[in-house]
């Protein structure tokens, strides 16, 4: 038999797995369906609905006396984030994700940039590996890791004093808010965990991005007369601000929910996450936990919907 | 008086890939100067050693007498209209005919005036509030080249800006950039791979091949006395008659180049040069007629009016020649 046929339309084959791939071709809604229906039902109902359940929870409240939940729609929970211990919590929690987030910007951008621009082949998969290599370990290994080498018997204070800088970091250190002990036990150690953690999740979005700009644009404003601060300002930037902006979500969705990575590292003082976990476990305050966990959706949703504002998304 | 770009023993190499080799050339300034030649012959390259992109292996560079190896490109008084537009997609098409004269620091009042009459210019008024991806593909080749031209630029370069055009755009495009030349008096160096553009539109043509220079002169030099048989090949189909051919014509050189509509058919005075060969094949080009006959071995291409009567396949015919049309070639 030859594989070459002289008719025009080919008989119908016969099998399920046959009749099945035409019957999908020819009703492209089932096949949709089957897809979908299984994600969506997921999203739908355990992802949304659950999230549904916790906001639900921050409206009641807890009984002082006898511990139990009230399950009587009251505003008093989120009330009690206002007092001056627990908004200072949420302050903390913000502006260290902030902080965190244009810190990573910063340094990603230049790793991004030669990535995307100039490294080819191995050195590209030596990036790729490079940055990805940190999310293969477990977490809290680099954490603990972490807090060893910022101890101060750690190999931060044996480098700095072997290069006879050790003053600076003593400096450092007996700055108010920032300082403390030791790196391990302040906002500086907390801040560098932070950054060293999220760090991927701000290269790979701002890569992706840079990627996307043809290079002969960055001839064209230089062919114009622009500068490389000129061009940095006026078309790199407002091409690479969707990864930027992707990259920022990450980094600060996240340093606002952790809870880890301050209770390993740092002053005792409680970010946003470590509050949910002590709530809900040891106070047993539910709805109190639950009122702390929606801050940061709120939050994030007003980052968001500022950004869209100053035009974040008009290069997408 | 200095010329506007002076390369002196130019080259440009890639690894071992020698992308321009040893190139002279002086343009004049306010000349239209087209480089011709088939892809990968270097036009793009001499034109990026010119804007500032490349910095040449090999030789000197000089745009209006001064030394330009090692000056960056957005010091160079200097100009592309890319051969891809590259427009920036996030800004507004006023915004980018703007671009040149923001990064320069003019005010925003009289930058918006310029641009606007530079699109005014190029036939695209009122199109200022769009969005690149919001316009055609000639229209934007239009708004690339209203970005270059606001900045008043001493030296205009344009890599194949007509390349996407349609035909009757692309004539169009032509007559409108020469006249637009004639008027800014502004030196335009053109690369294009079409030689009926670069016959047509330029004072001067520099003809590359393999990242030289084959031949400089004016459209009719290299039309009519095309030095070697890459010159007479890639610009506009050529006859090159073979040393054997000149012997039975009473020549003796290596080569010579026929041009088809320089060949009449049946005719032959006592002053006229005369083959006879067999018709192998027969076109209609509209206004003409196309016909390739085969002389013991040689091809020869014959471009005869559409009026005259079109000679059977496989008849023999004799082919005339005044010995003026037929040029030597110093090199074959
Ligand atoms: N950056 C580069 N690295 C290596 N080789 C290059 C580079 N740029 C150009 N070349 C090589 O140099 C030669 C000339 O290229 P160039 O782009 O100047 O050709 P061109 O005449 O403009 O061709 P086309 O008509 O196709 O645009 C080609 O062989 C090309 O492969
Ligand atoms: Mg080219």
């Known amino acids: 038999m030859s594989a070459v046929t002289h008719q025009s339309i080919l008989p119908e084959r016969s099998g399920l797995a046959r009749r099945l791939s035409d019957f999908l071709w020819r009703h492209p809604h089932v096949l949709l369906l089957i897809l979908l229906g299984p994600p969506v039902l997921w999203l739908g109902i355990i992802y949304l609905g659950s999230l549904l359940a916790l906001l639900l929870q921050s409206f009641f409240s807890i009984d002082d006396f006898s511990g139990l939940i009230n399950y009587e729609f009251t505003l008093a929970t989120y009330k009690q984030l206002l007092i001056p211990a627990n908004f200072d919590i949420i302050l903390r929690t913000v502006v260290m994700a902030a902080l965190v987030t244009l810190a990573s910007a910063i340094i990603a951008f230049p790793i991004a940039y030669y990535a995307a621009r100039y490294a080819k082949g191995k050195w590209k998969a030596i990036f790729y590996l490079g940055v990805m290599l940190p999310l293969w370990s477990s977490y809290l290994v680099k954490i603990y890791a972490w807090k060893l080498i910022l101890a101060k018997e750690g190999i931060v204070t044996w480098a700095l004093t072997k290069l006879h800088l050790l003053w600076l970091l003593d400096a450092w250190l007996a700055l108010p808010v920032v300082g403390g002990n030791s790196l391990s036990i302040s906002y500086t150690g907390t801040f560098i965990v932070f950054i060293y953690v999220w760090m991927p999740f701000m290269i790979l979005p701002i890569q992706a991005s840079l990627e996307r700009v043809p290079g002969n644009l960055i001839e064209a404003s230089a062919d114009l007369g622009g500068n490389p601060a000129q061009t940095f300002k006026y078309v790199l930037f407002p091409l690479a601000l969707p990864g930027i902006v992707a990259g920022s979500i990450f980094t600060f969705s996240l340093t606002l929910g952790d809870y880890i990575i301050p209770q390993v590292i740092g002053s005792s003082r409680l970010f946003i996450g470590q509050a949910v976990y002590a709530q809900q476990g040891t106070a047993g305050n539910i709805p109190l936990a639950a009122a702390f966990s929606v801050v940061p959706i709120v939050i994030m949703g007003l980052y968001l919907w500022m950004a869209k504002r100053m035009g974040a998304f008009d290069a997408l | ?332």
Not at chain 2, 123 to 142: F, M
Not at chain 2, 204 to 218: P, S
Not at chain 2, 236 to 264: D, M
Not at chain 2, 280 to 306: E, H, K, M
């Open chain 2, 1 to 332: 008086m200095t010329a506007a770009v002076l390369f002196q023993k130019v080259s440009r190499h890639f690894g071992n890939v020698r992308a321009v080799d040893g190139v002279d050339l002086s343009i004049a300034e306010g000349e239209f100067f087209a480089m011709l030649g088939p892809s990968g012959s270097g036009k793009t390259t001499c034109l990026r050693l010119m804007a500032g992109f490349e910095q040449p292996t090999d030789g000197h560079i000089e745009i209006f007498g001064e030394t330009a190896e090692g000056v960056p490109p957005y010091r160079r008084n200097v100009n592309t209209v890319f051969q891809d537009y590259a427009l920036f997609p996030h800004l507004s098409i006023l915004d980018n005919v703007a671009y040149g004269l923001m990064v320069k620091g003019v005010g925003r009042e009289e930058r918006r005036k310029a641009a606007e009459d530079a699109l005014a210019m190029v036939k695209l008024p009122g199109y200022g509030v769009r969005k690149p991806g919001q316009l055609s593909g000639g229209q934007r080749q239009r708004v690339a080249l209203a970005r270059a031209l606001v900045n008043r630029p001493k030296v205009l370069l344009l890599d194949e800006p007509l390349g996407a055009l349609d035909l009757k755009l692309r004539e169009q495009m032509q007559e409108e950039l020469k006249s637009l030349q004639k008027s800014l008096g502004i030196t335009f160096v053109f690369v294009t791979h079409d030689q009926g553009e670069a016959l047509s539109m330029a004072d001067r043509i520099a003809v590359f091949n393999n990242g030289k220079i084959q031949q400089l002169g004016t459209p009719e030099d290299i039309y009519k006395r095309p030095q070697t048989r890459f010159v007479a090949d890639f610009v506009g189909s050529s006859n090159v008659l073979s040393s054997a051919t000149l012997a039975k014509l009473g020549i003796s050189a290596g080569a010579a180049s026929l041009r088809p509509e320089a060949i009449q058919i049946g005719t032959s005075w006592a002053e006229l040069l005369t083959l006879s060969g067999t018709v192998v094949a027969c076109s209609f080009l509209g206004a003409v007629n196309r016909i390739t006959v085969d002389c013991d071995g040689q091809r020869i291409i014959i471009s005869a009016p559409a009026a005259m009567p079109v000679p059977e396949q496989g008849a023999n015919i004799t082919l005339a020649f005044s010995r003026n049309d037929m040029h030597v070639m110093e090199q074959a």
